[in-house]
């Protein structure tokens, strides 16, 4: 009887990396900028739909994409720009170290453009070994499939 390895599924943000100090409140500044901009709302109404949405849907682009038809490329282009995101990131000295030890497969898991995923796992050098990221625009979207190698 052959026993499948393991398939390890990380989160990225506030798992393999503190998003928390400097980059959520980037999205979440940049998000509001995003409600302004396009749905023209001053920056109070716009704070309150955005936490509206996330509250009731989990994201606030579940709530764009659900009442407004926000495109979710269109909105992660605009709410994923770090122009400083090397000095943004938070490294975790012990994390590659903790990853390599455990077995089977590990790919990162992020609702962020691939373009940050990317970006943000290079900066914290914590690639898996196989290099495995998986990107989510929607939650309508994903389908992970993954076949255990004997």
Do not use: C
Not at 39 to 68: F, K, P, V
Not at 84 to 89: G, K, N, P, S, T
């Amino acid at each position: 009887m052959n026993v499948a390895s393991p398939l390890w599924i990380f989160d990225l943000d506030n798992t393999l990396h503190n998003a928390t100090p400097h980059i959520f409140p980037h999205i979440n500044r940049s998000m509001t900028a995003y409600l302004q901009q396009h749905l023209h709302l001053d920056e109070e109404a716009a704070s309150a739909l955005r936490m509206h949405y996330w509250q009731r849907y989990g994201a606030t682009l579940t709530g764009l994409m659900r009442h407004h038809g926000t495109k979710p490329e269109h909105f992660l282009w605009h709410t994923h720009q770090f122009p400083d995101l090397e000095r943004m990131v938070l490294r975790e000295p012990r994390l590659r170290h903790v990853l390599k030890a455990l077995p089977g497969k590990k790919v990162v898991f992020s609702n962020a453009p691939q373009r940050y995923a990317t970006s943000v796992d290079g900066y914290e050098r914590v690639t898996l070994e196989d290099g495995s990221l998986l990107e989510l625009n929607s939650a309508s979207e994903v389908a992970v499939h993954y076949t255990p190698t004997e």
